[in-house]
């Protein structure tokens, strides 16, 4: 479970130029590309030698969730935040009985931020993902507070029409490869919170398992890589006992999509969370970033969230060697983490 579980998700979505200009224009080639990371107040962009090519901060926002998804061309962000007028930090998601509103904030992304337009929709999270075209975003809507229940519907960013994409019951979407017909997705098998890490397509009856996940629903992420080959995904780790019990225990992992076989990626911290993962668009490197751990906390029984934590943004090799660091931040607490979820185009 998530200390950082909000009640109200707001979808923000930065534009350098209009939905209609970005969509006539050429995809760009696979190349350097831009990183961009969720933060407290909004995001940051980075060049991948690690210069920051801005930030976007907005007043209203209190906490951050959910996912950074970028337009295939580079030139649109969104990521899922909250407004600190209308938002709860919930220790116990249960306390929540029916999802808040929550809106979809337009905006251009440049060294000068301005609200562009303002959606509404409703969910207890929002988890938005472009589809390669550029012309539509999938949008997960998680219906339960627990996140073990999604609606997911494909969402026209021009006119904000949404329709139902059918998915077998049970899937959170993750990612989607090049040619947008197959889905990554944590399947959530039963009645419980245990789920696979699978593929599947729209309008398909089942999920191809890969992998079995070691944490609940709800709190990885996954990236298909460039050739649809491999994934990079967190998944907790049940060696580190004291962090597992406390689902604070994610890393990164790298794993054949032909094979099944999993691997973790190398270099990782030992005392570390990992939040958010991204393939380059080349596929020759990886980003990840990781919220530092106190064993001496987490191996006692109630858990203590007061210590100031440190996170980190890295990018490395495809098979994690030779980590550099591009930015970190510290929080105010053991799971306040300064750089979030991650994409890069």
């Given amino acids: 479970m998530s200390l950082r579980t909000p009640a109200l998700v707001v979808l923000a979505a930065l534009a350098v130029a209009s939905t209609a200009d970005a969509q006539k224009a050429p995809r760009a080639p696979a190349g350097p590309g831009v990183i961009v990371a969720t933060r407290p107040l909004g995001c940051a962009a980075f060049d991948p030698d ?10 209203r926002i209190k906490w951050v969730g959910g996912r950074a998804a970028v337009s295939p061309d580079g030139r649109q962000l969104l990521l899922t935040v909250c407004k600190d007028d ?25 060294r000068e931020l301005a609200l562009r337009e303002v959606r509404d929709v409703s969910g207890f999270a929002l988890e ?36 139902p994409l059918a998915l077998p019951v049970g899937c959170r979407v993750l990612d989607v490869t090049r040619d947008g017909k197959t889905f990554l997705v944590e399947h959530r098998t039963g009645k419980g919170r245990a789920a696979k890490l699978g593929l599947t397509a729209a309008g398909a009856a089942e999920v191809r398992p890969l992998a079995d996940l070691q944490v609940t629903a709800g709190t990885i992420v996954g990236r298909f890589s460039p050739d ?8 907790g780790d049940p060696v580190k006992k004291d962090a597992h019990k406390w689902e604070l225990s994610h890393r990164p992992y790298r794993l054949d999509v032909a094979t099944g076989k999993r691997e973790p990626l190398a270099g990782f911290p030992e005392n570390a969370r ?9 596929g020759k490197r990886v980003a990840y970033t990781w919220l530092r751990l106190y064993p001496h ?4 029984d109630q858990l203590d969230t007061t210590p100031e934590t440190q996170t980190h943004l890295i990018v490395a090799g ?10 970190s931040g510290r929080g105010n607490f053991i799971a306040d983490w300064a ?5 890069w185009r």
């Fill in 274 to 282: 990992a939040i958010g993962v991204a393939w380059s668009p080349d």
């Fill in 128 to 163: 938005p993902l472009w589809m390669p075209d550029g012309k539509s975003i999938i949008l997960g809507i998680a219906t339960s507070h627990w996140r073990t229940a999604y609606d997911t519907v494909r969402l026209d960013p021009d006119t904000g029409e949404t329709t």
């Fill in 228 to 235: 649809g080959k491999a994934v990079l995904f967190t998944d």
């Fill in 50 to 59: 690690g210069t920051k090519r801005g930030e976007f901060k907005e007043a």
């Fill in 318 to 327: 495809a098979d994690g060697r030779n980590p550099k660091t591009l930015a």
């Fill in 339 to 343: 750089y979030g979820e991650l994409d």
């Fill in 297 to 300: 906390i987490l191996a006692k």
């Fill in 86 to 110: 209308e938002v709860r930090l919930l220790v116990r998601p249960a306390v929540l009985a029916r999802p808040e509103p929550a809106r979809i904030l337009f905006n251009r992304v440049d």
